[in-house]
């Protein structure tokens, strides 16, 4: 069965930089979670979508933006990025509009120098 | 949603059964007990959930308690690749679109 696809696996940045993530949801999914997973941490969810809406915030810093686009597709774009921001990213999606369960990617794991 | 309590850890020989508890003592009625597991570093993954009565999938069987204030995972036949954290966690799910909140976990060793 199709799984949530992340795009990169592994990303290196310095500093200041900015990091775009992707998401690519299971099909049919209209929902896509972000959650951000720091080293010996449990994920912490960031924020979600519905149909390309923002559906929840959790703890995103504002240097992080993210959006759904029409083909359900998700992007994290991380900017001013800081050495804290080093953690792993998953992404998961569902289908709104039911109680199907949540199912994750594999992840993108970032390092910021 | 309703807290949950997991012991931090635990170990299971390989091949036997792994059975790991779930304390949600404030659970309310319109939630549902899920478990997912975390082999390290990869995403998490969905085990089971159910609502009152006992569910089983080819992964698990979960068992919850009557009174809905406690559920076991059970494992039937541990593996080494069964190594992970599990995670309980009671979700309302008014909508599905609502988020999951990780809590600490059990972190389940298999020994062989």
């Not at chain 1, 010996?40 to 149909?51: A, K, V, W």
């Amino acid at each position: 069965a199709a799984g949530v696809i992340q795009s990169p696996r592994h990303l290196i940045k310095e500093k200041r930089e900015t990091a775009t993530l992707k998401c690519y949801p299971i099909p049919r999914h209209d929902t896509v979670y972000w959650y951000q997973q720091g080293p010996g941490q449990d994920p912490q969810f960031l924020i979600s979508f519905y149909e390309k809406m923002q559906s929840d915030k959790g703890s995103i810093p504002d240097r992080f933006s993210a959006q759904q686009f029409s083909d359900y597709h998700s992007e994290l774009n991380m900017s001013s990025l800081e050495l804290g921001d080093s953690a792993l990213y998953f992404c998961a999606s569902s289908l709104g509009d039911s109680q199907e369960t949540q199912y994750f990617g594999p992840g993108t794991r970032l390092l910021v120098l | 949603d309703a807290k949950t309590t997991q012991p931090p850890s635990m170990d299971c020989a390989e091949g036997r059964a792994a059975n790991l508890p779930c304390n949600h003592s404030t659970i309310s009625g319109n939630e549902y007990v899920y478990w997912y597991r975390q082999i390290h570093s990869q995403g998490p993954q969905y085990i089971i959930h159910g609502l009152k009565n006992n569910e089983t999938n080819e992964m698990a069987s979960l068992i919850i308690t009557e009174d809905r204030k406690s559920s076991t995972l059970i494992l039937p036949h541990a593996t080494l690749r069964d190594t992970a954290v599990y995670y309980c966690i009671v979700r309302a799910v008014k909508t599905s679109y609502d988020k999951v909140i990780f809590g600490p976990g059990t972190s389940l060793s298999v020994i062989p």
